[in-house]
Structures are given as C-alpha cells and as structure tokens.
C-alpha cells in the first residue's frame, strides 16, 4: 500500500515569489491535512480537507492556501513568499472519520526562502 | 488554539533505563491524543495512541497513560535502545465536529547513550 507522496521533495524560492506543493494521500483516505515545521516553532496546523471542502484552517494569513481534488490529492500553495516561510512541510492523510482518523505523514516538502 | 505543553524539551538516558515524556493540555473537549516519533530528516511517524475512553495503552515497550481529570498524557519507553533516540512529539485532537485538527508539543529529544 503506498504511502503518502508529496513533492516537490526540495525547493528553493525567493522573497516574492509563489511555490505549489503537492500531496497525494494514501489510497482510500479522504482527509488530508497540512503542517508547518520550523524548528522554532514546531508543528504548526494550517489546514484541512475533507472531500474537496476545507473542514478547518490554522492561523496562517491568507498568503497560504490549499484546495483539494476529487482523487483526493491535495494542494497548497504559498504566494508573495517571505523569509520565514522557510519550513519543512508536511501533509498528513486519514480516513476523516472520527474514532478512525490517524493521520499518516508524507516525508515534507522542505521550502527555502532566499 | 488548544496548548499543548510537553516536558521535557530534552532528555537523555543510558540505555536500557526508562524515558517517561509528559504533556499537558488546556480544552477538555480533547479525546485523542497520539504520539509521534520523528528520527533525523524522517517524517514522523505514529508509535502509539489513546481515547478518552481508556487511561492507559501498552504496546511492547511503550505505553501512555491518560489523566482527563487532570488534562495530561504520559509517554512511557522501557527499556529503551539506541533506535529509541528521535524527537517525540505528543498532540491532542477533538476529533469531533468537524474538528480533527492536532495540536503538537513542542517536541522532547530523546538520545539514548550506549
């Protein structure tokens, strides 16, 4: 059973500029959910999907957003991009369903920002 | 957003003594709380989890207690090996209500000396 994918793996952008990382989720799962990891401030929420509605979002400002695809991939996307938006991240996929909904990660999309 | 604290941020022990990692928690609507273990440059990766309707879950050489009176949750490794040294990071859920968002600790590093 494959796992969860995400690229690209690596990628550099600069201050400005746009970048869109993609999530594909375990076959079957229909939530994907994606964090943030600096090493300052952690694991950091930023959003949710649940067949192609976003069920829930983080504190993040509106520069970060995401949408979903009825396969269930996912996508965020990141416009005017600063220097602290340099992190590591992840997309998580579960089932979406409560008493069941374990959330498995993808290895991250690590982002700099120049 | 629910705060997570964990404690402690570091923690290191000669292998084969035990490891206990504590966290505590503010919404009382919390009833999922997971562990996750991160080795270097690895995603992380669920070693164990428990319900609100349980106080306690072992698997091998792990186990986590759960207080809901007092909102904290207890990592427990016995035992421990040099494979046990990562971050762990403890999160809590509602998993309800179209809330299934986690909230990470910070992360505790856990080397294990040979």
């Known amino acids: 059973k494959a796992g969860v994918t995400q690229t690209p793996r690596y990628l550099i952008k600069t201050r400005g500029q746009q970048v869109t990382l993609s999530c594909s989720p375990i076959?079957?799962?229909?939530?994907v959910s994606w964090y943030q990891q600096t090493p300052g401030q952690g694991l950091q929420f930023l959003f949710e999907?649940?067949?192609?509605?976003?069920?829930n979002k983080g504190n993040f400002p509106g520069r970060f957003s995401g949408r979903q695809f009825s396969n269930s991939r996912s996508e965020m996307n990141v416009s005017t991009l600063e220097l602290g938006d340099s992190a590591l991240y992840l997309c998580?996929?579960?089932?979406?369903?409560?008493?069941?909904?374990?959330?498995?990660f993808g290895a991250g999309s690590r982002l700099t920002v120049l | 957003g629910e705060n997570v604290e964990q404690h402690p941020s570091t923690l290191s022990v000669q292998e084969g003594d035990s490891a206990v990692i504590k966290c505590t928690y503010s919404d009382s609507a919390s009833n999922y709380f997971p562990w996750y273990k991160q080795e270097l440059g690895k995603r992380p990766q669920l070693i164990i989890d428990i319900r609100s309707n349980v106080g306690e879950k072992k698997d091998q050489r792990i186990a986590v207690t759960l207080n809901k009176t007092a909102k904290h949750f207890s990592l427990h490794i016995t035992e421990t090996q040099p494979e046990d040294s990562a971050v762990y990071f403890c999160a809590v859920s509602r998993q309800a209500l179209n809330d299934y968002k986690l909230s990470f600790g910070a992360g505790t590093t856990v080397t294990v000396r040979a």
């Open positions: 999907y649940f067949s192609e509605t976003q069920r």
């Open positions: 998580a996929s579960s089932s979406g369903v409560t008493g069941a909904n374990v959330l498995t």
């Open positions: 076959s079957g799962h229909r939530s």
